[in-house]
């Protein structure tokens, strides 16, 4: 993999380095500004459902709810054309 040089403004640059310091604290390492324009572009990456999957602290009867007011709303719904 090699390399490449790129212009930016001296505000560009200076935000670059503010990031790359505030991921430095928030991951306990050094970051790289190279690393750091990794993560703003992954901000950038479309999301799907599946990134959700776990993400979500619901109790037993949190689920009953949703499940029953689902039935409920299969049950009024119908396939009239």
């Known amino acids: 993999m090699g ?7 001296d505000e560009t640059y200076e935000s670059l380095f ?3 310091g505030r991921l430095q604290t928030q991951m306990k390492r050094s970051i790289s500004i190279d690393e750091a324009i990794k993560v ?17 602290d619901v109790s037993d009867e949190e ?5 029953e007011s689902l039935r409920d709303g299969w049950r009024k719904w119908s396939l009239s054309v």
């Not at 689920?63 to 499940?67: A, C, F, L, S």
């Open 63 to 67: 689920i009953e709810t949703i499940k």
């Open 18 to 20: 503010e990031m790359a």
């Open 40 to 56: 703003m572009l992954e901000s950038f990456k479309p999301n799907k459902i599946s990134d959700l999957a776990g993400g979500w």
């Open 3 to 9: 390399t490449r040089s790129i212009r930016v403004s």
